[in-house]
């Protein structure tokens, strides 16, 4: 079984140089849903600050950091399918794999 990375990893080198990458498509009902998530993982992200700030633990913090973490991969996946249909779809994958760069490097 190929992992995520691996998975994508093949899609970018397989279109990276085509204009005819697949789409992506975001239904309604799963974009009502990422919205509410978004919206949890931000109160649970500022609730976990504020439990942080009275009792400084390191589980707390890296509870309030995941879900930041949440927050910012789940915007990106509400605005990524809006630009995988142009040219942007290099771009679209480059910041996918910042996003997991940038979350990997921040829960070690």
């Not at 992200?45 to 009275?54: A, L």
């Not at 995941?66 to 991969?73: K, R």
Request: proline share 3%; hydrophobic share 50%; aromatic share 8%.
């Amino acid at each position: 079984m190929e992992s995520v990375l691996q998975q994508s990893t093949v899609r970018l080198v397989k279109y990276w140089d085509r204009t005819d990458a697949p789409e992506v498509a975001l239904t309604v009902t799963a974009a009502l849903l990422l919205i509410g998530v978004i919206f949890l993982k931000a109160g649970l992200w500022q609730w976990c600050k504020g439990v942080y700030e009275r009792n400084p633990q390191d589980a707390v913090k890296a509870i309030a950091q995941d879900n930041l973490n949440d927050v910012i991969s789940n915007i990106a996946a509400l605005l990524a399918p809006e630009e995988s249909h142009d040219v942007l779809f290099h771009l679209r994958i480059n910041v996918a794999l910042a996003i997991t760069f940038w979350e990997c490097e921040n829960n070690r």
